[in-house]
């Protein structure tokens, strides 16, 4: 099983950074415009690798460590790129007490990531959840808007296939 979390390269494009510069001298002069160019960033890169906060400390004149930490606190940001099928499992307690670790213990092995990661061919990424409010269904998880519910490790690879 991989450690790295982030195993796609960041692949911005010039329209990408272009975009993102033209939030940044919209919004520079609002006071707390930071949350906003941090949520307007993730919506134009997908994510908030470093060099997207690199290019956003740069511009504010704020220290990356400070950018960095509003991104690490807020849940709503993330570091890692999204899969094209981002597969999240709820660890809340009603799935976690029918097995819903065993099955992420399971999406971990196949698809050789961790909680956060995405497969370097860029298909599947794995993010552990709360309760999702299917707890009747329970263990739960759901692969981008579809809902897999009342699992079994042995399900998971028949379900994986299904996006191959």
């Not at 990408?16 to 930071?34: F, M």
């Not at 470093?50 to 220290?63: D, F, K």
């Amino acid at each position: 099983m991989s450690s790295t979390k982030c195993s796609v390269p960041f692949s911005g494009t010039p329209e990408q950074e272009a975009k993102l510069l033209e939030v940044i001298n919209s919004l520079r002069d609002e006071q707390g415009c930071l949350m906003p160019i941090l949520q307007k960033a993730q919506d134009i890169y997908g994510y908030l690798p470093i060099e997207v906060q690199t290019i956003i400390s740069n511009e504010l004149n704020i220290p990356l460590e400070k950018v960095y930490g509003v991104v690490t606190f807020y849940s709503q940001f993330s570091l890692n790129p999204k899969g094209k099928y981002n597969i999240s499992v709820c660890l809340g307690t009603a799935c976690y007490v029918k097995g819903s670790g065993d099955i992420f213990a399971k999406l971990q092995e196949i698809l050789g990531i961790d909680n956060g990661g995405c497969t370097a061919d860029g298909k599947f990424s794995l993010e552990a959840c709360r309760c999702i409010g299917a707890c009747g269904l329970a263990p739960v998880m759901t692969v981008n808007d579809e809902v897999y519910g009342r699992l079994t490790p042995d399900e998971i690879s028949g379900i994986l296939a299904k996006y191959e």
